[in-house]
């Protein structure tokens, strides 16, 4: 089982490819790993959010959330912060922890 660190020690280094590929502009950690309650069945939910230049449709999101899953080893659940629902937006956003 992956820690919280070595999350975002890959997700740190994989930051650079990850502007110029998918146009990310910041990105995070939220649910079970931000809040130290992952099991080894844990998924890791990652917040994105992209630069006003990029144009990521369905696929290179898609492409994304499974470029990530194979980077860290485990299911990525992909969100960007317009797809919040607005009941759980801000607790989201204060447990998010970014790479």
Same mark, same amino acid.
């Given at each position: 089982?992956? !820690?919280?660190?070595?999350i &975002? !020690?890959? #997700?740190? +280094?994989?930051?650079? @490819? =990850?502007?110029?590929?998918y146009? $990310? %502009?910041? #990105?995070?950690?939220?649910? !079970?790993? !931000? &809040?130290? %309650?992952? +099991?080894?069945?844990?998924?890791v939910? #990652? @917040?994105? +959010?992209?630069? %006003?230049?990029?144009?990521?449709?369905f696929?290179?999101? @898609?492409? @994304?959330?499974?470029?990530?899953?194979?980077?860290?080893? /485990?299911? $990525?659940? =992909? $969100? +960007?912060?317009?797809?919040?629902?607005?009941? /759980?937006?801000? &607790? /989201?956003? &204060?447990?998010? $922890?970014?790479?």
């Open positions: 089982m992956k !820690s919280l660190k070595e &975002r !020690s890959t #997700i740190e +280094t994989l930051k650079p @490819l =990850l502007r110029e590929r146009g $990310v %502009e910041t #990105i995070g950690v939220f649910g !079970s790993y !931000s &809040r130290g %309650e992952e +099991t080894p069945k844990s998924d939910d #990652i @917040l994105v +959010t992209f630069n %006003e230049e990029a144009h990521v449709g696929f290179k999101f @898609l492409e @994304l959330e499974e470029f990530l899953a194979k980077k860290l080893g /485990i299911k $990525v659940d =992909l $969100v +960007t912060k317009d797809a919040l629902k607005p009941y /759980i937006k801000d &607790r /989201i956003l &204060r447990e998010t $922890v970014y790479a």
